[in-house]
């Protein structure tokens, strides 16, 4: 069982910066998928940004250059670093790992991109 824990969002305004953060409650060392998604109001939940264990961070082309996904295996946190923040970023974000076969969910943080 994991839990996390977002925290971080807000309002910008654009071209501004935001790190958000997904704390766990058990160590993340062994956890190979770890990922931020997003939702917008009326659209899919979208995959943005991941991490595994094996292979390089991957984002999705709309946040690419702008978003920066990391771990700190020491502190059991992921972190989405955001710049270039647009209007279009604006959504739920949620962070989601998957251990054991299973995955779980955060309650997501709001993020509002406005000016």
């Known amino acids: 069982q994991v839990q996390l824990v977002e925290s971080g969002g807000g309002l910008v305004q654009p071209g501004g910066s935001l790190r958000l953060s997904c704390a766990a409650s058990?160590?993340?060392?062994?956890?190979?998928?770890m990922g931020w998604y997003r939702q917008a109001p009326g659209k899919q939940r979208e995959l943005v940004a991941h991490s595994t264990i094996t292979v390089n961070p991957n984002y999705a082309d709309s946040v690419k250059g702008r978003f920066t996904i990391s771990r700190d295996n020491a502190k059991n946190t992921v972190y989405l670093q955001m710049t270039s923040l647009r209007p279009e970023d604006t959504a739920v974000y949620y962070c989601?790992?998957?251990?054991?076969?299973?995955?779980?969910w955060g309650q997501g943080t709001q993020v509002t991109v406005s000016s």
């Open positions: 989601a790992v998957i251990s054991s076969g299973r995955s779980y």
């Open positions: 058990r160590d993340i060392f062994s956890i190979n998928f």
